[in-house]
C-alpha cells in the first residue's frame, strides 16, 4: 500500500513534511573516488563556518575575482600530430577567474589520502596520469604516457613518457616518478588502502630508461590496462624523504595545468594556471583550462550558498536541493533577468545509486528478511512527491546507467508494504511483545542509523516513524564530521545514508567484493560477501541482480540530470556540459567570455534582461 495521499498521513509525519529545511535528496556523503574513471561520490556540505554577507537584490560587483593579474604563458609549440578534444571548444580563450560552491573543506587536498570529491578535482589539476579516458569514446588517451603497449597475454603494459613532461620546476617527468607513486601507494605505512584494491594485483613497475616503465599484473583482469594507465606520477626528487601522509596543503611541485597558489583555511582553496605548463604542447589539450584561477569556495548552508551565488560570490552553483530547484531559483530576480543561467543538463553521465547502507557484518542484518523488511518500510513514493517535487527517480538497480531510463526492465521497484515488511519479520523470528518492541531470544530489533552534524533529517525522520509503527526500535545519532568518517572507517555502525557516483568503466570490485568486507576504510560500507558476485565482476547485469535479490542496501532514489547556476559571463561547450560530463566540466572547457561580460554588465546597469538561453540542454540533440 501507499501512504501517499494525505489523507494516511499521521501528524508526526505531516509535521515532518512541512518542515522548511533543504533536504538532502540527491547526496549525502563522500568516502572514495579512485581515478577518473573508477568511483565517484558526490558531496554535501556539511561542517565549514563560513562567514556571509549576503544580499537577495543584484550585485554591484557581477564578478571580482575577474581582477585578479592575468597569467603570462609561455610560448609552445603545439604538436603537429594527434587528435583534438571534441568536447573543447575552438573559440575558448584563457583568462579570468572561476568560482565555485565545492562542498566541504576537506581535512586534506591530498585526495589519496583523503577521498573526497573535493580533493580529488584539485588533486586531478595538479597532478597527472600515464593516460585517460577519451572525453566521448571509452578509448584510451595519452597523458603523461605518448604510446604504450600491451602483451599479447594482456598482463604486461610498456608506457613511454612524452619527453616534454616536466614538473612546474623545470624537471623532467621520469619513469621513476611514476614508479614512486606504486611504491607510495602500496606502502602499508601510507593510508591509501583504497588505491591498493586494484595495484595489488601488479608487481612493482619496472623502469627501463628515464622515459619507459613496464608494468605487470600478476593475474587477468579486464580492469588492468587500466589500472596501469590510471598510475600517477608522483615528484620523487621532491617527496622521496618525506611522510606522505603528512603531505595534506603543500604542494610546491606539480605537473597538471594548475599549481596551489592560496588556501584560507576552512574557507577556499585556489588554484593558479600555470603558463608554463608542458601539456600544452598536446593537440588534445587546446582550448581547455582557460581559466587564470579556480577559486573552489566552501559553506555549509546551501540556502546561504544560493544567496551567496546572487551576490556573484559564486559563479556557478550546481543544485543537488528539489526544493531550491523547484521552488527556490525560478524566483531569482538575476535568474528571471538571464543574468544568472537556470539549465537542466541531460548528458549520458553515468547514474548511479544512494541508499541506506546496511552492516551485515552485525548479526542483525546477516538475516535476509530483515533487509527486505527494511527495504519495505522506505516510503520513497512518498518522500519523492513531498520532499523533491518528483525530480527524482526510484532506484531499482545498483548499476542504473546500464539500462535504458535508468531502470532495469527485470527487477520490479520496491514498494513501500508495512504489512510485507511485517510478514517477513515475523518469518524471521522477530514477535512484537507486550511493550509493542519485536523482539527475538530475548533481545529487541534495535537500529540506529548514522548520521552528520548540519544535516536535515526529514527523510529519516519519516524512515524513523514507520520503522516504530512496525515494532522496530530506531533512532538516529548525530555525530561530528570526523567521527562519522572514523566510525564507518572501522565499522562501528548499524545504518549510513551513503551515495555513490558511477563509472564510464564500472567495476564493482571495490565495493562487493568479499576481500574488501573486513578491511578498514573501504568501499565496501555492508561488509558484503557473496561467492557469486565474486565471480561475476565482468557480468554487471548479473551481479546486479544478484545484489537487488540480497538487498545490502534500501536503495533510494537518483536525479536523470545536472541542475546548474551560473552567471551568463562564460563561454561553454555546445551542450554545456561534455558527453560524460558533470558540473566539473567547467574547469577543463569553460571560459571567460568578455563580449558575455560586458553585455551582463550593460543589463544589469540598465536593470534590463539578456536574451534567455534553453531551459534544457541535452546532449546532442
Not at 605537473?255 to 604542447?281: C, F
Not at 537500529?447 to 525522520?461: A, F, G, P, Q, V
Request: net charge negative; charged share 25%; glycine share 4%.
Amino acid at each position: 500500500m501507499s501512504r501517499a495521499s494525505s489523507t494516511t498521513i499521521t501528524p508526526a509525519v505531516r509535521k515532518v513534511l512541512d518542515s522548511t529545511l533543504c533536504s538532502p535528496d540527491e547526496y549525502t556523503h563522500d568516502r572514495q573516488r579512485q581515478i577518473s574513471w573508477i568511483v565517484l561520490m558526490k558531496k554535501l556540505p556539511l561542517l565549514l563556518p563560513f562567514l556571509l554577507l549576503v544580499a537577495c537584490g543584484k550585485s554591484d560587483a557581477p564578478s571580482a575575482s575577474q581582477s585578479a593579474p592575468k597569467i603570462q604563458d609561455s610560448a609552445v609549440q603545439v604538436e603537429a600530430t594527434g587528435e583534438v578534444d571534441p568536447s573543447a571548444a575552438a573559440g575558448a580563450v584563457p583568462g579570468g577567474s572561476f568560482a565555485s560552491w565545492q562542498g566541504d573543506y576537506p581535512k586534506s587536498l591530498n585526495a589519496w589520502l583523503d577521498t573526497n570529491s573535493f580533493s580529488q578535482v584539485v588533486s586531478s589539476l595538479m597532478f597527472e596520469n600515464l593516460l585517460d579516458l577519451h572525453s566521448t569514446d571509452d578509448r584510451p588517451v595519452g597523458i603523461l604516457a605518448e604510446s604504450w603497449e600491451i602483451s599479447p597475454d594482456k598482463k604486461t603494459y610498456t608506457f613511454h613518457l612524452n619527453p616534454a613532461a616536466k614538473w612546474s620546476d623545470g624537471q623532467p617527468v621520469t619513469a621513476e616518478d611514476v614508479q614512486f607513486y606504486y611504491d607510495v601507494i602500496m606502502n602499508p605505512k601510507n593510508l591509501t588502502s583504497s588505491y591498493r584494491v586494484d595495484l595489488s594485483r601488479f608487481s612493482r613497475p619496472e623502469v627501463l630508461d628515464d622515459h619507459t616503465i613496464r608494468i605487470t599484473a600478476n593475474e587477468a583482469h579486464w580492469k588492468n590496462f587500466w589500472v596501469a594507465g590510471g598510475l600517477t606520477a608522483f615528484p620523487k626528487h621532491v617527496w622521496a624523504n618525506l611522510d606522505f601522509n603528512t603531505i595534506n596543503f603543500d604542494f610546491p611541485v606539480v605537473d597538471g595545468p594548475y599549481a596551489l597558489d592560496d588556501v584560507k583555511t576552512n574557507r577556499s582553496i585556489r588554484l593558479k594556471r600555470r603558463g608554463d605548463w608542458w601539456g600544452r604542447v598536446k593537440k588534445y589539450n587546446e582550448h581547455k583550462f582557460n581559466f587564470d584561477y579556480l577559486v573552489f569556495k566552501s559553506m555549509e548552508d546551501r540556502t546561504k550558498a544560493l544567496e551567496f551565488l546572487k551576490t556573484g560570490g559564486f559563479d556557478q552553483y550546481a543544485i543537488y536541493t528539489a526544493k531550491l530547484w523547484v521552488l527556490d531559483t525560478p524566483n531569482i530576480p538575476q535568474v528571471q533577468k538571464n543574468w544568472v543561467a537556470r539549465q537542466n543538463i541531460y548528458n549520458d553521465e553515468p547514474r548511479s545509486f544512494q541508499g541506506l547502507a546496511m552492516n551485515m557484518r552485525r548479526p542483525i542484518f546477516q538475516d535476509l528478511r530483515v533487509r527486505q523488511a527494511l527495504a519495505c518500510l522506505l516510503d520513497r513514493e512518498l518522500m519523492n512527491e513531498k520532499l523533491m517535487f518528483q525530480q527524482y527517480f526510484l532506484l531499482n538497480s545498483y548499476f542504473p546507467a546500464l539500462y535504458p531510463n535508468d531502470v532495469n526492465p527485470d527487477i520490479p521497484t520496491t514498494k513501500y508494504d508495512p504489512d510485507k515488511a511485517r510478514a517477513l519479520l515475523k518469518e524471521a523470528g522477530w514477535e512484537v511483545g507486550s511493550d509493542g518492541v519485536l523482539a527475538k531470544d530475548g533481545q529487541p530489533l534495535s537500529i540506529t542509523i548514522l548520521h552528520y552534524e548540519s544535516s536535515d533529517l526529514r527523510h529519516l525522520n519519516i524512515y524513523m516513524e514507520d520503522l516504530k509503527a512496525v515494532g522496530i526500535k530506531a533512532q538516529v545519532e548525530i555525530v561530528s564530521q570526523s567521527t562519522f568518517t572514523k566510525r564507518v572507517d572501522n565499522h562501528e555502525f548499524d545504518m549510513i545514508w551513503a551515495a555513490w557516483g558511477d563509472s564510464r568503466l564500472r567495476d564493482p570490485e571495490a565495493m562487493w567484493s568479499s576481500k574488501t568486507a573486513d578491511d578498514i576504510a573501504t568501499q565496501n560500507y555492508c561488509g558484503f560477501k557473496d561467492a557469486e558476485v565474486d565471480k561475476r565482476n565482468e557480468i554487471l547485469k548479473k551481479i546486479d541482480a544478484r545484489l537487488m535479490a540480497l538487498c545490502p542496501y534500501v536503495l533510494m532514489w537518483q536525479a536523470p540530470s545536472t541542475r546548474l547556476l551560473y552567471w551568463n559571463r562564460f563561454g561553454t561547450p555546445p551542450y554545456v556540459l561534455s558527453k560524460f560530463g558533470d558540473e566539473s566540466d567547467a574547469y577543463a572547457y569553460w571560459w571567460y567570455d568578455p563580449a558575455k561580460a560586458a553585455a551582463l554588465d550593460d543589463a544589469m546597469k540598465r536593470d534590463a534582461s539578456l536574451p534567455a538561453l534553453p531551459a534544457e540542454v541535452h546532449y546532442g540533440q
